[in-house]
Structures are given as structure tokens and as C-alpha cells.
């Protein structure tokens, strides 16, 4: 018949005790971010295929599911190259939509305009365990708040939700690429030496000090160069005293009103914070995404090795829509990846109703059935949940598996014939 | 910069408020229906181009925005037809993508299986008002219950549904595929006529019986057997007893077993039902799709001339997958016409919390800054909605435009400068 059972290469169906907890997610994550004045919004599946591939979006431009041209406008036969049969792309993220999305309404939102989307996304990326070619991101963002209020908001939103999940002991890890910048400045880097210094600098975590001098020298930077740049990370405080000692070391390459900034987030997040995590100034922070302007930050989390989302301002990217920049800054929250770690952790959705079935022989007549359905509607109306079945000549075994399914208690409905 | 603001065609961008009533009717659709034993599935928006293109989805298969291959895999140089580059398409349905996901995970779904999904579909539809090229599809399907208790239960769940979110006064028009036939064999027409004569018949509402008759007579149906076919509409009596009536009329050519299965349907949900609606027989609903095995229904709204939701049993299509059939009905509610409608009456979503704004002076300290954040976060944990933002030069414009928002009450903070 050619039907195929199976999903396409790389995505999946999600089944329903996962589907539970993805829902119960998505819930606390859209109650919890519209008590911090959070609005929903949502844009199509599919961009415009110019907007996918203008270098906004990193390698993930690599990866799009390119959607082909209808009607005339597609010549199969007679083209050469992909251009020429492709209109549109399924959407890789959520930031280059938003910000089409801002320069298109901005005359119908509010200033500043703060954002949350959550919906899928699709990256033809190579398979593998626990990542999918379809997948939720959720992301926050304040347009229009040039202050670090956007980061502080932002900071606070997320780490409340992660706490109303049942995470703690987390970190936040934050870091300003104009810091970034200086550190490289301070050491002798020319400016458009400063990307591939970064890409170094990322590897920090898995290859260590010893590591990304060896890989920069590697790449022919000057060992003067690198011995002054490491040294700035050694022995690294990383709390906002860290920041302070960095800053004196880096003098003028550093502007007092970074420092302070960035010092005034960290304070005012762990003065004001609802759940249990740290704030960690970390200087080794990359971010690869290169429309980050200046905070950049991400969620460390224990019990995941990696990161859990993570965010940063990009004051220029408006811009490249409207001429116009406008001040933005983001927290993207790994959906998929917490839903995992709820998942593996055996996590039960709290406040689930009461799951009642009622098991209804065959046969049963028309006015006894009446009488069964309205008493279950009755049920219904008072919240809580019934299921209203056949039973299985196997009933025990129908029990078993309705059990299974968390139903908790039974009633069961006879034919007349079977009661006398 | 060859950045486009505007969505791509077809498809739109969602303003916060439509938003806000978009996420509303998804909760109370999510709730009502798990109240009925519904669980939440989903599939991936992507399916493999055999899946879409394979006489399951009727002319909606001319519509399918299809996905280029990848990698080695393409060949466009080379190419000479559309199969040749293409191996996905996005789904047009849930109807599709249910069966496939049922057949591939059967084994670890309880029996019956009562499913609910919402979302996107896609459909390169010639772009009209009210109609998108995106849009959400919100169906409930119950697999594995051959019985009439299937249809009773889609009906009641959707109606209440419908009833909770302010409808009334709207009906639940039925039919079954077995009553169309046996009125087309009855009529005389040969069993390879049926379907040219059903796409006629589904002109009723809008050609009349004169109409109809016309269009039969003009296909080259033969007069007498045109006129005992239409004899059958006239004087149409749409209730149980009107089914009786019609069913004495077919005597041999209709099983009782059918008659009896509709009445009950239609006695079970009256006496049950928690909305205000009525059941109507309407022996002139067809449906399009050929899937459909026997009961047939749709959602005749009167504050919209249409169809707001339909669906039917179709007990064939798992077999297609599987080799094996299994009796399958569902139900899909017409989520976007739903949402216009409330959108167009001013519906205002119920028990959203309290929206406060603090307006925080440029310039304000540190510690004065933790001190209103502080407040806010102790406001939000008691349930409120705050919003913190900078206050603008032009402050009453500002409050204007909040209040817009649906902000409520407002708090001012000053910088310590300004309050001496």
C-alpha cells in the first residue's frame, strides 16, 4: 500500500504519560511568565526562505527543511540548483521569527514588548540519542528595554518557573560579551581575531586551560598573546568581586558602566530570587550565536551535563529587518531537555483529577445506558475525570490495564438479562 | 539586506490578544475532554510524502507543502519530476498522522484508545479572508470501540466543550454513510453511481431540491429513478421518529441494526447532554471524505453559515497501515472558526489575574531596585500579574497605553534625587 507506520527519520510520536508532562510544563511556563507580564504570541511553521539563510542564524542555516515551490512557479525539469525550486523553510529557531514578527506589528504591541513563544522548531541535524529534527523551544524576550531591567526580568522568570518544576541547586552562568572583548583586546588580539579566539575559549570546559592554549597556539596566535590572555583566567573568582578584580586588571579596556551593569544584575537577581540557585559570573562563557551584543547567559543544571537554555542581548538585530535597531534581550528555556529530566526522574504531574471508569456490559438497554452516561456527565461536571468503556469479556484483565493507566476506582453497569 | 517583515503568504502572525483567547479555548478544550477519558498525543508536523499523497486525504493531497530531500540525496540537476526531490510533506490533517501513530504504537496504547490532538495543519489553499495556509486542526478520536458508545461520547465531550465556552442554540446535524447508500440503492442507482450522486446531494443547502435534481438529471441519471431519490427529501421529518419514517419507506434496503444504532445515538446524547443543542437528523449530509464507514456529523452554528467542526466512523483506515482493521470514529472541532468567532463577539477571557504595573524611574539605585523587585516577586508568588518597566518621559501616555493593556492599578518609584 506504501503507508508507512513509522515517523520520518529523526522526529517522533510522543506518547501519552510523556504528552502529560510536556502539557503540565507548558502550563507552568505560560502561568509563571504572564505573572511577570509575559504575552503570548505565535508566528507560521514556515518562513520566507530569504529570512532562514541571511546569516542570522548561525550553522543552524545548514540544517533547514527547505519547502518546495507549488503551481507554476515550480520548474523541476529545467532547474539547476536548489534556489530555484525552494520558497520557503520550516523555522530553525525562535529569535529570527520574533523579530520579523516585531518588525511587522511593532505599531500594534506594547513598548517594551516583552514576548513568549513556545512551539516547535526544525533542524535536519544528524540523529541521535535524546535529540530530535522536531522540537519545542520556549523563549522569552523583552524588545525595546535597553536597561539591564530586561536581563534582570528575564533572569528571574526563568529560574521561578525552573523552581515551580521541582529544579534546584542550579546555576545561572553569565557573562557580557563586551567583556569578552576586552579580555581579548587587553591581551594583544587583533579585532578580527577575536571569533576564532572565542571558538577556543568555548572549548574551555571540555578540553581545560592547558587545552585551549595548546589549540591557540596551534592556530598561530602569538604566545605572548595567549600567556597574557590565559592568565586572566586563572584562579578566576566568580562572583561579582570576581568581576571587580577582572575589571581592575583589564583598566581602560573595560567601561566602568559594563562592570556595573553586569555586577547590578547578579546582586539584584540573588537579592530578589524565588528559587534555589546560584549566580556564577563566569568569563569563559561563549555562546556561539554571533547577534549577541552583551550579557550572554545559560542554565547549568546537575543532574544534565550541559546546558538547560540560556540567552543574551542582541541590540542590532531589529536592525537588519527595519534600519532601525532596537534594544532586545532573550532567555531561551530547553524545553525538551527538562521535559527529559521530568521523564527520567519518574516525575508525576501534580493536582490530576480523580480517574474513575465505569465499565459498561454489552447488551445493556437503551434507557439503563441513558442512565450510566448521565450519571458519569453528572461526575464530569463536578471535575472529576470518567472514562466510560465496554467491559471485555477478560474484565480482570481490562482492570489491570485501566490501573495501569492510573484509573483508581471502578463501577460497573450489567445487562438486565444478567441481573435476574 | 533581502530581510522580509511580512509572514510568508497565506499564513499569519498572532497579536497577543487573539492569543490570549487562542490559549483559552485550548485549555478549556484540553480539560473538558480529559474529563472524558481523552488523553493529549502528539505526532511530528512532517510526515513521509507516501503517508500524504496515498487516496487518504481526498483533494487536500493537491494542497500538501511538500520538503525538499537532503544532502546526497537531492539531486536537482538531475531531476525531472517533483517525486524525484521531494520526501516529506507537512500534514493537511490529524486524520493521517492519528492512524499512522495508532499503528506504530499500538501496542503500547490501551484499548479503547481515546486520543486528542491539537495542532498545526497546512494546506497551500488559494490565500481568502477568515482562511490560512496555517492553521489548527483540534480532533478527538476514539479507536477500538465498534460500538455506538463511541459517537455518544464524541458528541457529548465536543457539545460540552462547545456549551462551556458560550455556544448555544447550535446543532449537532447527523447522518450515516449506510442510510446515504441505502437511499441511493432504494432509488435505483448502481453502486459505482453512488458517489457522483452524494457530491450532488451536498449541494442541498445551497442549490435546493429543484437544484439538485437538475444537476442529477444534467449528469445523465435517469429521470424516474432521480425522482424516487428525491422523493425521499421531501417533507423530511430531522428527528429519531423522522429516521423511522424514512427507514419503513427502505424496508430491506436498510438494516435495522443501522436504524436502531442512529436513533440510540440520537436518544442517548438529548437525554445526557450539558449544553443547549439539538440533535438533527439531516439525511443530506455527506462529507467529502471517502473514509467515512458509517455515522456522519457536523456542527451547525447559527452566528456562522457553515460547518464550525464534523466528523464520522471510519472503521477501514487503520487497515490500510496495518493489514488489520479497526473500528475507529473522531471528531474535530473547528478550532479557528471558534476562535473568530469569539474574536468578533469581544469575548473577553474569564478569571485572568489582577494586572498591576510598577513604574520605576531611570536612575533609581541599586538597593531601591532590589527593594521594588522584591515586591514584585512577592506579588506575583500571591498570584498577581506585575509588570516592571521603566518609566517613559511622557508618563500619562505611558499609563494610557497599559491601561489598553488591561493593567489595572499602577506603582510609581522615584529616584532618591527626585524625592528630596
Chains 1, 2 share one sequence.
Not at 67 to 83: M, Q, Y
Not at 126 to 154: H, K, T, V, W
Not at 178 to 185: G, Q, S, T, Y
Amino acid at each position: 500500500m506504501g503507508l508507512n507506520k513509522k515517523p520520518v527519520t529523526g522526529m517522533k510520536d510522543i506518547l501519552p504519560e510523556e504528552m502529560r508532562i510536556r502539557e503540565y510544563v507548558q502550563n507552568v511556563i505560560s502561568e509563571t511568565y504572564s505573572q511577570y507580564g509575559f504575552t503570548r504570541i505565535e508566528t507560521p511553521c514556515v518562513e520566507n526562505i530569504e529570512n532562514l539563510t541571511s546569516k542570522q542564524g548561525g550553522d543552524n542555516e545548514k540544517l533547514i527543511f527547505k519547502i518546495l515551490k507549488r503551481g507554476e512557479k515550480l520548474d523541476v525539469a529545467n532547474a539547476t540548483t536548489e534556489e530555484q525550486v525552494v520558497d520557503g523553510g520550516l523555522r530553525y529557531d525562535l529569535t529570527v521569527p520574533l523579530v520579523r514578527y516585531y518588525s511587522n506589528n511593532s505599531a500594534n504591541l506594547p513598548s517594551p514588548f516583552k514576548a513568549l513563544q513556545m512551539g516547535n522548531v526544525w533542524r535536519a541535524d544528524r540523529p541521535q540519542r535524546g535529540r530530535y529534527r522536531q522540537f519545542m523551544q520556549c523563549d522569552i524576550d523583552i524588545l525595546g528595554e535597553p536597561s539591564n531591567l530586561a536581563e534582570i526580568e528575564l533572569i528571574l522568570a526563568t529560574t521561578t518557573t525552573l523552581g515551580k518544576l521541582g529544579f534546584k541547586n542550579f546555576q545561572i552562568r553569565i557573562n557580557e560579551r563586551r567583556i569578552l572583548k576586552a579580555m581579548a583586546a587587553y591581551a594583544g588580539f587583533a579585532e578580527d581575531q577575536y571569533e576564532s579566539v572565542f571558538i577556543t575559549l568555548d572549548k574551555m570546559d571540555k578540553i581545560g586551560l592547558n587545552g585551549v592554549k595548546e589549540e591557540l597556539i596551534g592556530n598561530g596566535f602569538e604566545a605572548a598573546s595567549v600567556d597574557k590572555y590565559l592568565k586572566l583566567f586563572e584562579d578566576q573568582d566568580n562572583t561579582a568581586e570576581g568581576i571587580r578584580k577582572l575589571a581592575d586588571t583589564l583598566g581602560d579596556f573595560l567601561d566602568a558602566d559594563i562592570r556595573e551593569g553586569l555586577i547590578e544584575i547578579i546582586d539584584s537577581v540573588e537579592a530578589t530570587k524565588q528559587a534555589k540557585f546560584d549566580m556564577v559570573f563566569d568569563p569563559t562563557l561563549v555562546r556561539g550565536m554571533s547577534y549577541y551584543t552583551g550579557t550572554i547567559f545559560e542554565i547549568a543544571m546537575p543532574e544534565f551535563g550541559g546546558s538547560c537554555g540560556g540567552g543574551g542581548r542582541y541590540d542590532e538585530m531589529v536592525g537588519r529587518f527595519t534600519g532601525q535597531n532596537v534594544p532586545a534581550c532573550g532567555f531561551s528555556i530547553g524545553f525538551e531537555r527538562i521535559v527529559l529530566l521530568l521523564v527520567e526522574s519518574g516525575f508525576k504531574v501534580p493536582g490530576e483529577s480523580e480517574k474513575k471508569a465505569y465499565l459498561i456490559e454489552k447488551g445493556i438497554g437503551k434507557e439503563k445506558l441513558c442512565e450510566i452516561i448521565a450519571k458519569a456527565q453528572k461526575e464530569r461536571e463536578e471535575g472529576r475525570q470518567v472514562l466510560v468503556v465496554r467491559m471485555n469479556k477478560n474484565k480482570k484483565f481490562q482492570k489491570e490495564q485501566l490501573t495501569a493507566q492510573g484509573y483508581v476506582s471502578f463501577e460497573e453497569f450489567f445487562s438486565e438479562a444478567n441481573i435476574k
